[in-house]
């Protein structure tokens, strides 16, 4: 995955998270509805809407004033819609029953579960959905302190990642994230 990419999925955690020393908890639910949808990034868009005008101006170059307007803003209308295309990016979105009481819903790129599943919804910092056993999502069922050990290993995990410097540290993190968050 190149740098870049990693970065706009960093900042997406920063933005799903709340504070940094956050409590982790865990809480067992079965998916009742998954929706694919897609996430823009709007600073993706404004960056291309601000681009596009920068170059349709330039190209009006010794061009009346009205000529270079009209080109900066086509070349701005043009710039968001390429930035648009760039930053949609597939994600699910999980209706959950927590309990048999509650519901919630929860947006991640994590594909593969279905309705049906039985997750663990753990919320901190961070968010994370886990594939677990159906016997969890048994009446009264409670998170053991290994769920919830899991769970905060995870959260650290996406934290170093968010605060990685460095290419090695990055790549280091970004492997921990996939070995600690998933099923």
Known sequence: ??????????????????????????????????????????????????????LGLMSGSGHSTSNRALRGIGGAVAGQQLGR????????????????TSTMTMVTDEAGLRVGDCVAVERGAFN??????????APNARPTQAATGDASACD??????????????FDRAERRVRLLCSD
């Open 128 to 137: 994370n959905l886990r594939l677990v056993n159906d016997s969890r999502c």
């Open 156 to 169: 650290r995990a996406k934290q170093e990642l968010l605060a990685a410097q460095t290419d090695a540290a």
């Open 85 to 100: 295309m760039a930053s949609n990016r597939p994600v699910f979105e999980y209706t959950i029953l927590i309990g048999g």
């Open 1 to 54: 995955m190149k740098r870049n990419t990693c970065i706009v999925i960093a900042a997406a955690f920063a933005l799903a998270g709340a504070a940094a020393h956050a409590q982790t908890t865990v809480q067992y639910g079965r998916i009742t509805a998954v929706n694919m949808t897609t996430d823009a990034n709007a600073r993706a868009q404004a960056g291309g809407a601000l681009i596009g005008g920068t």
